[in-house]
Structure formats: structure tokens, C-alpha cells
């Protein structure tokens, strides 16, 4: 069967796109945010995980308002970027694994969480800038399966939702008949906010909190309501829920591997967790 | 609309049923944005491009006058305005400038602020 070998969560700033296209890694601005990566690409090296599951969240470029699911997986060969919009440098494609992709969507369905299946899925920055992040040298053996979760059109899933579905997909990946290593990346948060009056709103006791209890009690973070999240997190900072999905597919204890935590990047506190399955 | 109570929280807007109906034709019209063809179409002919998406006046108003807090009001959405504002090269503390009356500087002098306590 395959075997889960750790869980990572790192922000996904549009902007860290163009700090990697002009090699600003050094640069004084994105030096305390990069440096935070060398250990995780240590254990990497050290795991060698054959598959990321990535749970994100699109921003407009693969779901439109016409169609949005609240919960979708990918299913393809490959998984394309494009033009967002916003000016940032597009990535080459990525691998899919369809494969893991039908087993989940079997194992989940069957658990009954009623996704939306895409055997075509443009993947935004949400998807590709933690995994040029991660694998700074693109590992082009590496297989990929999206996971999508609307953060864009409220009601969003709740947290306790997401918790579950993540546990699910942890069961269902261990219950695929395969001698892969798989890593289940969660990216997006940490706490900001772009829009309103309140834009620039970030909250570190919070953020600190919530990494803490990620690895030691992630049911902590479902006292929460989503609204909760919004007031404590930023109208984007509720991408967390990416991380919390994550960490559920983790299973019961992790260890924490090492973790980055800086502001700003952008307008947003920006959070890196690396956790290994005990 | 059934009249609904809901939680306010200053100075944040949430995105839900109401304001993806209202904003549905802005938020379009910004989608059309993640194609180069349609951001020169849209510069070339502001108005008119507004026009062919359906634009109320009120967000009509609120694209000419590039003006964040209008358009979030008549529905917008902040992923899709982003690409709005992508067309005249403004990042996110432009933005949020704008929005809160501060100069680009104060903003990012607030937003390193969050980080030292
Ligand atoms: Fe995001």
C-alpha cells in the first residue's frame, strides 16, 4: 500500500513568482522567506516522496463564479498554468497521476465526500509556486494530484468539514494498492487581508497559535467558525483551511520537522510547516 | 432578497450569495482579464468594453475611476478585481492604500509594523 511520508504548508504569495524568475532569493526583502526552505528541501531529499497530493485554492483562473465546486480534484495526465492575470511569470506543466487521482475519487465518493471531478484543471500560482518552492530544481519525476477548495464565493467548507475530508483522503491514499511515497502539500494563509478597510489586517498571536496546534491538536482549529476565521485571519487568511485539510490526511501524530513564520511578504504573514508521520 | 442578519465585521467585506449576485457582471468582466488579447481590448475602449459585460453604472464608475472600495460595494470581488488592477501594474500595497487612505509607505511601514509585536 502507499505510504504517506509527511505533510508540508507554506503560503503562496502571487509575487514570490517574480522574486523566483529575477533569483531575488537573496535579496534583503525575500531572504527571511527563502531561507526558510533548506531544511524542507533536506527532508525531502531524505523522504523522496514519488507523489504530492497539493490541497489549494484556485483564484479565478480554473473556476469561474459560473461553476464553483466547493471541493474538486484533478484527474489528468498534466496539469497546466496560464496567464492569471496579475503579471506573473507561467510555469511548464506538471505530471499527473491518474491513477491515485480515480482512487481517490472512488475511496472518497464512496466516504462520501461528493467532489467535482476535472480530467482538465489549469492549476494557478496556488499549486505551482509551493512546488517550484519545495523542489526549486523541478523533480520532473514528481506525480501531482490538485486538490481544490473554493476559498472564493462564500459559504466556504468549515473547518470541521475540511478536517474530515482531509482524514478522508489520508485513508483513502493509504488504502491505494501501490508502493508510492506520498507528501500531501496545503498551501495558501497565512493571516491577510487585500480587501476593505481593514486591507493590511494580520494577526501573528494567531497565526503562531495555529501552527502550533496544527501539529499537536488540529480539532482545535474547529471551534472556529469560517466567519471566526475571517475576523481573526484576514478575508484571504481563511485559505488556512488548505492546511488544515492537509494535516488531516496526516492522520493522528506528526512531528514537526522544522517551521518558517515572516512578515510581510506582499500583505500577508507568510508560513512554512514541514511534518513527518510518527 | 429575504432580509438575513449578518455578523459585520468592520472594514471587511464577505463575499457570499448577495454580493456574487450583484457583482456577477464585474467579476466577469475582471476574469476576461487572465487574457492578454481582452486587457488591450479593455484599455483600448474602457467604457465600451464595461458595456459588453453588462456593467451596472454604479460598477461602471467604479472601473473608470479605478476605485477599490467602489467596486468591492457593487460586488466585486477581490481575486477578480486583483486582475483589474494587474492591468495598471498595481500590487497589492497600491491597493492597499487605496483602500485604507494611506500612502503606499505608511501602508507597508504598517504591514512590517504587524510583524515586530
Ligand atoms: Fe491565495
Redesign the pocket.
Same mark, same amino acid.
Given at each position: 500500500m502507499a505510504r504517506i511520508v509527511g505533510g508540508i504548508s507554506v503560503? /503562496?504569495?502571487?509575487y514570490i513568482g517574480r522574486a523566483i524568475a529575477n533569483s531575488l532569493q537573496q535579496d534583503a526583502y525575500w531572504k527571511p522567506f527563502f531561507d526558510g526552505f533548506p531544511p524542507v528541501h533536506a527532508w525531502l531529499d531524505k523522504v523522496k516522496p514519488d507523489v504530492a497530493v497539493v490541497v489549494?485554492?484556485d483564484?479565478g483562473l480554473n473556476f469561474f463564479l459560473d461553476k464553483m465546486p466547493t471541493f474538486a480534484i484533478g484527474a489528468a495526465e498534466e496539469y497546466r498554468n496560464a496567464d492569471e492575470g496579475w503579471g506573473i511569470p507561467t510555469v511548464a506543466p506538471f505530471k499527473g497521476d491518474p491513477d491515485l487521482s480515480w482512487h481517490l475519487i472512488d475511496s472518497l465518493i464512496e466516504a462520501e465526500f461528493d467532489l467535482t471531478t476535472c480530467q482538465e484543471m489549469l492549476v494557478d /500560482?496556488?499549486f505551482t509556486l509551493p512546488l517550484e518552492l519545495l523542489w526549486p530544481k523541478r523533480n520532473a519525476a514528481l506525480r501531482t494530484v490538485p486538490v481544490c477548495q473554493n @476559498?472564493v464565493q462564500f459559504p466556504l467548507p468549515t473547518p470541521k468539514r475540511c478536517l474530515a475530508f482531509g482524514r478522508a483522503i489520508g485513508k483513502a491514499i493509504e488504502s491505494w494498492d501501490s508502493d508510492a511515497r506520498v507528501v500531501v502539500i496545503g498551501?495558501?494563509?497565512l493571516s /491577510?487581508q487585500l480587501d476593505g478597510e481593514r486591507a493590511g489586517f494580520i494577526n501573528k498571536k494567531f497565526d503562531l497559535e495555529f501552527m502550533e496546534k496544527l501539529v499537536t491538536d488540529p480539532d482545535w482549529v474547529t471551534r472556529y467558525s469560517i466567519t471566526d476565521l475571517v475576523e481573526l485571519t484576514g478575508t484571504?487568511g481563511v485559505?488556512l483551511i488548505n492546511w488544515l485539510t492537509a494535516r488531516g490526511a496526516l492522520g493522528g501524530a506528526v512531528k514537526a520537522i522544522h517551521t518558517n513564520y515572516h512578515i510581510p511578504i506582499s500583505n @500577508?504573514a507568510a508560513g512554512l510547516i514541514a511534518m513527518e508521520t510518527v | 432578497m429575504a432580509s438575513k442578519s449578518k455578523r459585520v465585521i468592520p472594514g471587511t467585506t464577505i463575499f457570499d450569495g448577495d454580493m456574487a449576485r450583484k457583482g456577477y457582471a464585474l467579476n466577469k468582466m475582471c476574469y476576461s482579464f487572465n487574457s492578454e488579447e481582452n486587457r488591450q481590448a479593455f484599455l483600448a475602449d474602457r467604457e465600451g468594453y464595461c458595456a459588453r459585460f453588462g456593467l451596472n453604472a454604479e460598477q461602471t464608475k467604479a472601473v473608470l475611476d479605478l476605485s477599490v472600495l467602489a467596486m468591492l460595494a457593487a460586488g466585486g470581488n477581490a481575486?477578480f478585481i486583483a486582475k483589474l488592477g494587474g492591468i495598471y501594474k498595481l500590487d497589492m500595497q497600491d491597493v492597499g492604500a487605496q483602500q485604507t487612505g494611506m500612502t503606499k509607505a505608511e501602508f507597508q511601514a504598517k504591514l512590517v509594523a504587524a510583524g515586530k509585536n
Open positions: 503560503t /503562496h504569495v502571487p489549494y485554492n483564484h /500560482h496556488a @476559498t498551501t495558501g494563509g /491577510h484571504q485559505e @500577508t | 481575486y
